[in-house]
Each structure stands twice: as structure tokens, then as C-alpha cells.
């Protein structure tokens, strides 16, 4: 079964930092490329980031590019979003989603609430 | 940016009945669409990839269609599990955008 387990630490202060992690079993972790996408509280969904399977391709939207930075460890099955210089507007649930070849999003983490605020 | 806008935003309807949300593109994205279904506290679920296939497992009273710039998912026969918000997403270049959701609630 797949599954995907997002970790991190729930509550920041404003310019603090914060990586979050996305544990993932039941696929070949390293076939697929991996996407971050955040809600904000009653909003809709926003891609934030994007790496390919082999780590060879990244992509942030404006919104987070230059602060935050997406990587991955395909020896530990594990994505990861290093945020730094945290904003309120970064409140949010943070997903991460497994993307397949057609760049369809087809499975996704429950989601972790990060609040950012002093 | 590419802007999708969908409507209704907020939809009332019945159990059994048929109901359609529309899914406008600001420029032509093919058929480079997907819709998705939220339920409160839960994550979004993929239900139509490419703009008409059906994702797997997902019952076939849900539906796509549409190219281009216009697109449209239709559920007939709606069930009480199906009253959720809905959410178009394209991916035909980044940034990937959603348009701002169709909640579906029970009449």
C-alpha cells in the first residue's frame, strides 16, 4: 500500500526555519518525481515544488523560491522542504504528493499544519 | 500564469441528482487537466487525469471531458459520499494552478 508520511515540527515564529519530511513505503520511492503543495487556511491548493525522480530537476514557485528548498534521499525512501525565513502567509497544510510520468499527482500524504506565528 | 476559474462556487443539490462543474483555462492548456475531490481535513483525492480518464478506483458516475480551454466533470447519480469541494488543476506549464474550488453541498 502506498503511503506518505509528512513530519515536522507544527508551530514557527516569523524568519525562523523549519524542514519538513515526507516519509514514503509501499512504491519504489526513486521512480517517481515528488511534489510539495500547501493550503492555506480556506484557500485552494498551491504546487509550491517539484523534484524529479532522480533529484536532476527542481522547481519552486515564486511564492517560496530563494527560502525554501526541496531535496530528497531516495537511499531513505524520504522527500524533505527546508523552509527558511518563515512568513505568516506561510501558514498553511503542507502535502507532499507522488507525481507519476504523466505529472499527475495520484497519491498524497495526510497533510501537516504549519502555523507560523509570533 | 495560467488562471482557471470554476463554476459554480458553490453548488446545492440532492442525492440521485446529476450535477456539472465547469472549469474555465485564460489560455488554451489541451487537455493537460485534472480534477480533485477534498473532503474537510482530508487530503485531495485525483479523480480525472488528462482531462477525461478516469483515475482508478474512482467510481464511474464521475466524468471529464473538454479541451482546450474549457472543461466540465459531471457526477450522476450523486451519492451521500460525494458532497465535497472540487478542484481543477492544470498542468500544462509551471506554475501548476487550481482554480478556487466548487464546494458541493447537500440540499
Known amino acids: 500500500e502506498v503511503q506518505l508520511v509528512e513530519s515536522g515540527r507544527g508551530l514557527v515564529q516569523p524568519g525562523e526555519s523549519l524542514r519538513l519530511s515526507c516519509a514514503a513505503s509501499?512504491?519504489?520511492?526513486?521512480?517517481?518525481?515528488m511534489n510539495w503543495v500547501r493550503q492555506a487556511p480556506g484557500k485552494g491548493l498551491e504546487w509550491i515544488s517539484f523534484i524529479s525522480s532522480s533529484n536532476s530537476i527542481k522547481w519552486h514557485a515564486d511564492s517560496v523560491k530563494g527560502r525554501f528548498t526541496i531535496s530528497r534521499d531516495n537511499a531513505r525512501n524520504t522527500l524533505y522542504l527546508q523552509m527558511n525565513s518563515l512568513r505568516d502567509e506561510d501558514t498553511a497544510v503542507y502535502y507532499c504528493?507522488?507525481?507519476?510520468?504523466?505529472?499527475?499527482?495520484?497519491?498524497w500524504g495526510r497533510g501537516l499544519r504549519v502555523t507560523v506565528s509570533s | 500564469d495560467i488562471q482557471l476559474t470554476q463554476s459554480p462556487s458553490f453548488l446545492s443539490a440532492s442525492v440521485g441528482d446529476r450535477v456539472t462543474i465547469t472549469c474555465r483555462a485564460s489560455q488554451d492548456i489541451s487537455s493537460y487537466l485534472a480534477w480533485y475531490q477534498q473532503k474537510p481535513g482530508r487530503a485531495p483525492k485525483l479523480l480525472i487525469y488528462a482531462a477525461s480518464s478516469l483515475q482508478t478506483g474512482v467510481p464511474s458516475r464521475f466524468s471529464g471531458s473538454g479541451s482546450g480551454t474549457e472543461f466540465t466533470l459531471s457526477i450522476t447519480s450523486l451519492q451521500p459520499e460525494d458532497f465535497a469541494t472540487y478542484y481543477c488543476q492544470h498542468l500544462k506549464t509551471y506554475p501548476y494552478t487550481c482554480g478556487q474550488g466548487t464546494k458541493l453541498e447537500i440540499k
Open positions: 504528493a507522488r507525481e507519476r510520468r504523466d505529472g499527475y499527482n495520484d497519491f
Open positions: 509501499g512504491f519504489t520511492f526513486s521512480d517517481y518525481g
